[in-house]
């Protein structure tokens, strides 16, 4: 009869301790596999489209500026936009920008029609349109540079990271965030104020791939939850076997 009782005793602790063991592996399968790929994915595109608009900028201010003239165009602004770098160039015809396209590739550049900008200087003449723009493109070159080395370590101890980087009018708008005139202050140190406005950014996907994985706060990823569940089951079945041993100890 005792042995009667400590066997049934037994299937209750082994049913229990398999059920929260087949809960703990239905939790594990139902994790989606490529979630944390999907994430490093976008995080690894928007860095790939940042360098690519590097390499633009480095084209318009180095090798492509004579190219450019000889021609006969210019150009007004990079900047990236959805899943393209834009790239606006006056005066805009396809000629023009299937030179582009031919010089850096078009999957990831998209060629627009710019707006032409012209600075007055304080003596009431017109500055050279031409060089002006290659003063622009070469600061959007420069800062873009320090953001994607160098400055990043830098930003971050300081508080603040670059959302993004454009020619708009006459200066190179740098979107900050989170923004205070000390952030600004900073950036304005490093590069000046005569050609660089930096403004409210709004905040978009991080850069690096690391940062991007990091779970959010107060969630607990999926199968770490399995792994808790089965470190139950399996102390549950060794408790059942503990006080079933002890229950028929005492009753000898």
Known sequence: MLNQVWNTRWVKV???????????AGAAMAAPEDAEWVTIQIAAEDQALLNKQKEIDDY???????????????????????????????????????????????EEM????????VL???????????????QRSAKQG??????????????EAEGFSVTHTGVVGDKVEVGITPFNEQHANFLYDKFGRDLVEV?????????????????????????????????AAALAIIAGILIASRKRFIKK
């Open 14 to 24: 082994l049913m229990i301790g398999s059920c929260m063991m087949v809960m703990a």
């Open 60 to 106: 318009v201010a180095g090798a492509g500026k004579n190219e450019m003239a000889e021609q006969g165009f210019s150009v007004t602004h990079t900047g990236v936009v959805g899943d393209k770098v834009e790239v606006g160039i006056t005066p805009y015809n396809e000629s023009f920008a299937d030179f582009l396209y031919q010089q850096l590739g078009e």
């Open 110 to 117: 998209l060629v627009v029609e710019g707006e032409q900008a």
């Open 120 to 134: 007055l200087q304080a003596t009431g003449a017109t500055e050279d349109p031409v060089s002006s723009e290659d």
């Open 142 to 155: 420069e800062i873009d540079a320090y953001v994607a080395g160098e400055g990043k370590a830098e930003m």
């Open 199 to 231: 403004v409210e950014g709004e905040q978009a996907i991080l850069y690096g791939a690391e940062a991007a994985v990091e779970p959010v706060a107060g969630t607990v990823p999926q199968s770490n939850a399995a792994l808790w569940i089965s470190i």
